[in-house]
C-alpha cells in the first residue's frame, strides 16, 4: 500500500460541495466522495461540530484526515468525515459558531479559515487493504457500533440500498418515521439497522450470515418489506400504544403476531390486568407473555426471606407434597394458589416445598 501526506486548504476541500442525500456526500470540486457505502452517518453533536471550528479559527493542529485512491482517479474518506462534513456545513452557512455564521465573518476571518491547510494522509491499495486501515485507523477516533464496522466489510449495493431506508437521522428515516415507537436505538448509528436484520435472519444465522448472504444483491427491498410487516402486524394486534412497548423483540414474535385468532380487545384487557398487577416486575414481558404465554417473560414477583421464614417454621421443616422433613436451604417457596390463577405473592399464599416438589409441580 502507498501512503502520501498532503496538505489541503478548507478552500480546496470545500470546493462544490453538495449533499444530495441518497446520492451521498462529495467535495473538493466533485472528486472526493465524503461519505463511502463503509462510512457511517453524521453523529457529531454541536458541541464537537463547533470543536472542529475553534480549532481552525485559533490555527491550531486539527487531527490528521485519511482518503483513499479509487481507480478512476478519485478519492474517498477513510476517515475524517465527521471533520470533514462540520467544515464543510459551516462554510455553507448551515449553522453558526457563536452567533455568527460564515457569512458574517471579516473578509480576513473568512480569509483564516479558508486558507487553513488539513493534513491528509492519502493511500492507495486495494478494497481489503482500504477497510483493514479503516478498521485500524478508527480505533482512535469515536468507537464504531457493530453494525457500523459490518457495513464496512460487506460494503456493496445491498448495504448502500439498506442505509438508505435505515439509516437517516430522525423523521429524515422511513424505519424511524414507523417504528420509533418500538424500536430503540439511534437509525444514524445503524442500530435500526441491525434491529431489523436480527429480525428477518434465520434461527441460528448470525447478522455477518445475513449480511454475507446478500451482500451482491442490488436492493435491501425484502428486508424493509418484512420491517414494514412486522410494524404494521404490531399495530394491528396491539393498537392501543403503551410506552413498555419500546424494545420487544417484535421480530421474534412475528410468527405469533401472524395468528389470525388473535383478539385485540382481549389482549387489551390483559395488558391492562397485568400493568396493574404489582406482582409483574417485569412490564417490558407483558407483550411477549401475552403471545407467548411464558411467565419468564414476567419476572413474578418472588417471596421474600422474611416470608419464606415464617412459612417454614409454620410447616416445622415439613414438605407440603411428600410430607418429609427438610433444612431450610433444601425447600423452595411456592405459591399456593398459582399466580396464572390469581394468586399473589403474600405471606397467605406462600408455602415450602422441597426441591423436588417444587419442581415436579412446576412441570405440571
Avoid at 130 to 156: M, P, S
Avoid at 265 to 271: C, I, M, Q, T
Avoid at 290 to 295: C, G, I
Wanted: proline fraction near 2%; charged fraction near 30%.
Amino acid at each position: 500500500m502507498k501512503i502520501d501526506l498532503k496538505k489541503i486548504t478548507v478552500r480546496d476541500l470545500v470546493k462544490d460541495y453538495h449533499d444530495d442525500g441518497e446520492d451521498g456526500v462529495r467535495g473538493y470540486g466533485g472528486n472526493l466522495d465524503i461519505r463511502p457505502p463503509f462510512q457511517r452517518e453524521f453523529v457529531y453533536k454541536d458541541k464537537q461540530r463547533d470543536a472542529v471550528i475553534e480549532t481552525i479559527n485559533k490555527s491550531f493542529p486539527l487531527n490528521v484526515m485519511y482518503w483513499a485512491v479509487r481507480q478512476d482517479g478519485t478519492y474517498e474518506v477513510i476517515d475524517g468525515q465527521q471533520r470533514t462534513i462540520s467544515v464543510a456545513q459551516y462554510v455553507e452557512g448551515n449553522y453558526s459558531l457563536d452567533g455568527r455564521f460564515f457569512h458574517n465573518l471579516q473578509d480576513d476571518e473568512q480569509e483564516r479559515i479558508l486558507n487553513y491547510a488539513l493534513q491528509v494522509y492519502v493511500c492507495e491499495g486495494n478494497v481489503s487493504e482500504k477497510l483493514d486501515w479503516f478498521r485500524i485507523i478508527n480505533i482512535a477516533g469515536e468507537k464504531l457500533t457493530d453494525q457500523e464496522l459490518r457495513n464496512a466489510v460487506y460494503a456493496g449495493p445491498w448495504v448502500s440500498d439498506a442505509k438508505r431506508h435505515f439509516s437517516r437521522r430522525g423523521a429524515a428515516c422511513p424505519a424511524y418515521a414507523i417504528g420509533s415507537q418500538y424500536v430503540k436505538g439511534r437509525a444514524d448509528r445503524q442500530e435500526y439497522l441491525e434491529t431489523a436484520i436480527q429480525w428477518i435472519k434465520d434461527e441460528g444465522q448470525t447478522v455477518e450470515e445475513y449480511m454475507g448472504a446478500h451482500q451482491h444483491d442490488k436492493t435491501a427491498t425484502a428486508l424493509w418489506n418484512h420491517f414494514q410487516s412486522v410494524i404494521n402486524r404490531v399495530e394491528a394486534v396491539f393498537p392501543h400504544y403503551r410506552k413498555q412497548m419500546k424494545g420487544v423483540d417484535w421480530g421474534g414474535l412475528y410468527a405469533q403476531l401472524k395468528d389470525e385468532s388473535l383478539d385485540p380487545e382481549g389482549l387489551e384487557a390483559d395488558v391492562v390486568r397485568l400493568i396493574m398487577d404489582d406482582d409483574v416486575t417485569k412490564k417490558l414481558g407483558i407483550y411477549p407473555y401475552l403471545l407467548t404465554d411464558e411467565e419468564k417473560h414476567l419476572n413474578i414477583r418472588v417471596f421474600s426471606d422474611a416470608m419464606k421464614q415464617k412459612a417454614f417454621e409454620i410447616q416445622n421443616g415439613i414438605c407440603k407434597l411428600c410430607a418429609k422433613a427438610f433444612e431450610m436451604s433444601d425447600m423452595e417457596a411456592d405459591h399456593i394458589t398459582p399466580w396464572s390463577e390469581g394468586g399473589k405473592t403474600i405471606e397467605e399464599n406462600c408455602q415450602m416445598l422441597c426441591k423436588r416438589c417444587n419442581l415436579m409441580k412446576s412441570n405440571k
